[in-house]
């Protein structure tokens, strides 16, 4: 017998769906047959994810959006709402490192700090609050699922305020898990461990690569497909009984007692 997933009559809110995982996210989503609203900073990026949705038969909208702008971030969950009637399904995948490079603790300056816990902690919470509005208001449940990192599984050496704002946004998940279970709302995070969208290949020279290659058990690194089939699957009914949860896809890399340090200057 087949199993399949049906996403169809469901609409997926995936915020920086403009590229790699984000956009793998929006396009397997699609094809699962939900529609889907595509938010990224870059407007013209979020169009040509929403392009490639709307390719799959479903229906699409794209829109621009600062996820560290809480009027921002309710702008576009009301613009979903009124476009497709609710919303199901929300995927956060804004993150990374807002332009900064990876330094040693010590080296990092004010600003850099808040850039980065802003627009990976703050930026994931003012997502939450507006997508769990939402579906509260909606009354017929949800999933959110907040995109973490591998990172938070060990001492991140040059990279400490990601790893800690993502393991902050670990923390919120659980939360919030708690709190929204009354409203059949189930709230987990996915965790990657290295992966090769166009900007993190542009950023690992063949030496570091190969060196993190040799430190992964399965000895793979993974591509933005990947963690978005792990998406589809937990937003489905498929894993209608699992919230709270941190569901770590990274070819076992934590389970090595060696990692190559980043670069610190």
């Not at 469901?10 to 989503?29: H, Q, S």
């Not at 330094?103 to 919470?125: E, H, I």
């Not at 929204?180 to 969208?197: C, D, E, K, Y």
Request: proline share 4%; charged share 15%.
């Amino acid at each position: 017998m087949a199993v399949d997933i049906d996403l169809g009559g469901r609409t997926a809110l995936v915020t920086g769906g403009g590229a790699g995982i984000g956009r793998a996210v929006c396009v397997w989503l699609a094809r699962a047959g939900a529609d889907v609203v595509v938010a990224d900073l870059r407007g013209e990026a979020a169009e040509e994810t929403a392009a490639l949705v709307a390719a799959e038969g479903v229906r699409s909208l794209a829109c621009a959006f600062d996820a560290t702008d809480p009027a921002q971030v309710a702008r576009v969950v009301d613009a979903a709402v009124a476009e497709f009637g609710g919303m199901d399904i929300a995927v956060n995948n804004v993150g990374m490192t807002a332009g900064h490079g990876a330094s040693a603790f010590v080296d990092w300056t004010p600003q850099g700090l808040r850039d980065v816990v802003g627009v990976n902690l703050m930026a994931t919470a003012y997502s939450c609050q507006a997508e769990a509005r939402a579906m509260i208001a909606g009354g017929r449940g949800g999933c959110i699922v907040n995109v973490s990192s591998g990172e938070t599984t060990r001492p991140a050496p040059g990279l400490a305020p990601y790893g800690a704002a993502k393991a902050a946004v670990n923390h919120l998940t659980q939360t919030l898990a708690v709190e929204l279970a009354a409203h059949r709302i189930r709230v987990n995070a996915v965790a990657p461990g290295t992966t090769l969208t166009e900007q993190v290949a542009a950023s690992l020279t063949p030496e570091f690569q190969a060196a993190l290659l040799g430190a992964i058990p399965l000895g793979a690194l993974s591509e933005p497909d990947d963690m978005a089939r792990l998406v589809l699957f937990v937003v489905s009914d498929l894993a209608a009984h699992t919230t709270g949860q941190f569901l770590l896809s990274d070819n076992g890399a934590f389970l090595s007692r060696s990692r190559p340090a980043y670069d610190v200057k």
